[in-house]
Nanobody, 120 residues
Framework: QVQLVDSGGDLVQPGGSLRLSCAAS????????MGWYRQAPGKQRELVAT???????NYADSVKGRFTISRGNAKNELYLQMNSLKPEDTAVYYC??????????????WGQGTQVTVSS
């Protein structure tokens, strides 16, 4: 069984920084693309950033130049460095990963979510 656990959310003032973390554990054969999504109250879940297994990042326009996505050396860890935070970044942030549990069995997994609140 595979599990994703994300963490690092907090209350921060506008202009501040936070670093989110996500770790995949369990019966893992290989981890593919990983990413961060967020969902604000009353809105649909949206893409924040993704990173491929060979470390090629992709960002939503709203976070380009402010957020940096990265993977740990073990490839089953994911991070999101968030700088110059704005009130509109307030949301629950979810880690997502495509994981092979065997050479032929893959599916997508979600973390439980971590709350980021940007407010003075």
């Amino acid at each position: 069984q595979v599990q994703l656990v994300d963490s690092g959310g907090d209350l921060v003032q506008p202009g501040g920084s936070l670093r989110l973390s996500c770790a995949a554990s369990g019966s893992i054969f290989r981890v593919g693309v990983m990413g961060w999504y967020r969902q604000a109250p009353g809105k649909q879940r949206e893409l924040v950033a993704t990173i491929s297994s060979d470390n090629i990042p992709n960002y939503a326009d709203s976070v380009k130049g402010r957020f940096t996505i990265s993977r740990g050396n073990a490839k089953n860890e994911l991070y999101l460095q968030m700088n110059s935070l704005k009130p509109e970044d307030t949301a629950v942030y979810y880690c997502n990963a495509v994981i092979w549990s065997s050479s032929t069995n893959l599916r997508g997994y979600w973390g439980q979510g971590t709350q980021v609140t940007v407010s003075s």
